[in-house]
Structure formats: C-alpha cells, structure tokens
C-alpha cells in the first residue's frame, strides 16, 4: 500500500503531500483510516491526472483541500467531545466506588458517634440544654454521610447511562430515568428522616425505584454482555433491596410490624449491595478505558461489535 | 435489548454521504475508491466525495452498524495494493430501504403539488 514507483512524478508528490497534511487528522483515527485514505487518495488523484491532465490535478487539489479542511475540523471535535464523554463515564464510575464505601460507612456512624466527636471538639455539655443542643445536631448530622453515598451513586447511574444508554432500547434508557429519579427520592427521604415519619416511606419508594429499575438494567446487562468483566454484578447489586422492600411491606401489612424482624438480614442486604455497587462502579470506569483503547480504535464498543460481526 | 431491535427509523434522515455510500454498497462489497466512483457514477459527478468525507462516514458506519468491514484484498482492475472491503449490515439494508421510501414519499408529495409548475410560470 506503500509504494507507487509508477506513477507520474506530480502524482506520486501529491501523495507524498497528502500523506502529510494527514496529520492534521486525531491520531487514532490516522492510525486506523490514513493508508486507506492516502490510496483512495492516489487512486483518485491518478485518475484525475490521466483524463485531464494538470488542470484535472488541480481541480482534484482544490476539492481535497476543501474536504481535508472540513473533515479535519469534524474528526478534532468529535475526538474532542468523545474525550470528555469517556472522562465523566470514567469519573461516574469512581462516584459510585465512592459512594458504595461511603454509603457502608454511614451505617458506623450513628448518632452517638456524632455526639462523641462533638464532645472531644466542644468540650462535654455543662448543662442539659447543651446536651439536648449537641444531641439534636448529632442527629440531624447522622443522615448526612448516607444522603451525600446515595448523590455519588446517582452520579454513578447516570454515567452507567452514558455509558451503555446507546446500546438499549428507548424503553430501557428510560429506566435510567427513573433509577435517577429514584436515587434523588432516596436521598431527599434520608435527609428528611429526623425531621417526618413519612420520610421512611419516602426513602423505601425511592430505594424501590431505584434499585429496582437497575435491576432491569442488571437483567439486560447479563443477557448481552455489556459489561467489561462479569455482567452479573448489576443484578447482584441490586436484587437485594427491592426483595427486602418488598418482603418488608408485605409484613407491614400482615402484621403491623414497621420493620421485618430477621436477624442481620439488614446488615448484610446493606454489605452486599454496596460491595456490589463498588464492583459495578470499577467495572464502569474500567470500560472507559476499554472504549477508549488505542488498540480497539476510533469508536471503541460499538466498532468492536461491528468489526467481529457480532451485530444485525 | 440492545441493537438487535434497533428500529431503521431512529437513522432518518441520512446525511447525503452516508445515503450514496448505503446506496454504492448495496450490489455488493466495494473498497473506499470503488465507492467513491460509484458515487460519482450515480449521482453524474454532482456529489464528488473527498477521503476525509468518505472515511470520517465509513467510520461512523461502522460504529452504527450500518457496514461491515469484508477483508483486505487487491483489485484487479486496478493494481496489485491490498485494499480494505466494505459491505451492508442487515440493518444497513434497512435503513437504506427505509431512507429511499422517505425520499420517495417526498417526490410524491412534491409531484401531488405540481412544484414542477412554479419554475414554468
């Protein structure tokens, strides 16, 4: 694809000068496309030179130059607006590890955790009123570390629908939505805890719609393989709370009990999901890197797919 | 799920480069130079495609699943250099189908309209 020793000497410069404007081309997609597009190059060039001579090269000039131009302004943008997707997918995916520690580290610290740490920095309350002040921030405060795991792995699921939104169907991109839309309820719910019962309920919706409508997705991950390592994790992290919920509302109702009463089932629906949800939060900012591999190419998952034929 | 349900219709309308690369592909695989005078062919030198415009659209083919790439092989009628083969995807096929019947029903809506007598007068 090299060499063109036949051919006429202003052909064979103008490839030689085509091949280095190439560079103005992002270099990945110069790796993949620049030999072809030098011989298709060539090809047309000669082609041109043949049937009319210098002023054919010269219109043939023109017409490269003006598609070089545009073109090259089209790949640097595109390249430039796939750099940015492939940074918020990867940085959405250590949101979610963030989120999954943070989100088992809050259940740690409780109120009297709180109150302990203000006691050492205040000094211990000298009088009940005091007391019953550094009480109230203490509780007000144990929501917090929860409220800020659940916004992280919001930040998370939406960088899941960056990532894997185009490969779904109208209607499972729309379950992205509404996991979202559920992880915003279940961090309004936790906030709101010291302050309304309802809040439990609230909380449980969101936690229902949010884990549930991932769990769909963790469904449609396993059935296509989405995911760069095992595909399972999705549903792993998110089959626990909605059959809890569930199992729980249904006692609710039988009952009366507020709460199911099985011992550190809670404990370990929590541990579970959340060592999970850090997995799928690796996985996803590992994908990025995968997507964006020089040695898969230009258009990463998507040309993988295509290239080995494994699509429509 | 995923692509295996993608509806043809969410393509629509196709960029002219994109539509005369489909429509070039469609009576068999071709490699980028083949296309680019297929093109030129077809449309009587009207729409002349550079290589930038032919493989930034190759390359976005690709991604969408529109094309596929065949193998690397030399033409005869032209020289002895290896060059890289296109060919449809099913869902090239369809999208292809789906854009001539927009186009089509265009024509239709145009001639229902007579437009050809405004240039008369």
Same mark, same amino acid.
């Given at each position: ?16 000068? &085509? ?5 103005? &081309? ?55 607006? &796939? ?16 989120? @999954? ?9 409780? @109120? ?6 203000? &006691? ?25 570390? @929860? ?15 960056? /990532? ?99 011992? /550190? ?40 797919? /295509? ?6 | ?9 969410? =393509? ?6 994109? =539509? ?6 469609? #009576? ?13 062919? $077809?449309?009587?030198?009207? $729409? ?18 529109? $094309?596929?790439?065949? #193998?690397?092989?030399? #033409?005869?009628?032209?020289? #002895? ?36 007598? =405004?240039?008369?007068?």
């Amino acid at each position: 694809m090299s060499t063109f020793t036949n051919d006429p000497r202003l052909v064979r410069i103008s490839t030689t000068i &085509y091949s280095t404007i190439l560079v103005g &081309y992002p270099r990945l997609f110069r790796q993949e496309y620049g030999p072809h597009m030098r011989q298709v190059f060539r090809d047309a060039c000669l082609n041109a030179y043949i049937r009319s001579g210098f002023p054919g090269l010269l219109s043939f000039w023109a017409l490269t130059l003006f598609d070089w131009f545009k073109t090259v302004i089209e790949e640097q943008l595109n390249r430039a607006t &796939y750099m940015t997707r492939a940074k918020w997918v990867r940085l959405s995916g250590w949101s979610m590890m963030g989120g @999954a520690v943070v989100m088992q580290l809050s259940f740690l610290i409780d @109120a009297n955790w709180i109150r302990a740490r203000i &006691y050492r920095v205040m000094g211990a309350p000298v009088s009940q009123a005091e007391y019953d002040l550094y009480g109230s921030i203490a509780e007000r405060l144990e929501t917090f570390p @929860a409220t800020a795991g659940i916004l992280l792995i919001v930040l998370g699921i939406s960088g899941l629908r960056q /990532h894997y939104g185009k490969q779904l169907t109208g209607m499972w991109q729309g379950g992205f939505t509404v996991c979202v839309g559920g992880g915003l309820l279940t961090a309004a719910g936790a906030l709101s805890l010291q302050f309304s019962d309802a809040a439990w309920d609230v909380l449980s919706i969101g936690l229902f719609l949010m884990f549930g409508t991932l769990a769909i997705f963790g469904v449609a991950a396993v059935r296509a393989g989405l995911l760069p390592g095992w595909s399972g994790i999705p549903l792993l992290a998110c089959f626990w709370f909605p059959l809890f919920i569930t199992l729980n509302q249904v006692n609710r109702w039988a009952t009366g009990e507020l709460w199911l009463e099985l011992p /550190h089932v809670f404990d370990w629906v929590f541990t579970l999901s959340f060592v999970s949800l850090f997995l799928l939060g690796y996985e996803l900012q590992r994908g990025s890197e995968v997507r964006s591999s020089p040695t898969i190419g230009i258009g990463p998952v998507e040309d993988r797919h /295509h290239r080995t034929g494994d699509h429509p | 799920m995923p692509t295996t349900t993608q509806n043809p219709d969410e =393509f629509l309308p196709l960029t002219p480069a994109v =539509f005369h690369i489909l429509l070039a592909l469609a #009576d068999g695989e071709k490699h980028g130079y083949a296309i680019m005078q297929e093109v030129e062919t $077809i449309t009587n030198s009207s $729409i002349k495609m550079g290589p930038g415009t032919l493989y930034g659209s190759i390359k976005r083919m690709l991604a969408a699943g529109l $094309i596929q790439e065949a #193998d690397e092989r030399p #033409d005869p009628s032209l020289d #002895d250099q290896r060059r890289r083969y296109y060919r449809l995807t099913g869902l090239g096929g369809r999208v292809l189908e789906a854009e001539a019947r927009r186009l089509a029903s265009l024509v239709a809506l145009a001639q229902a309209k007579e437009i050809s007598t =405004f240039g008369t007068g």
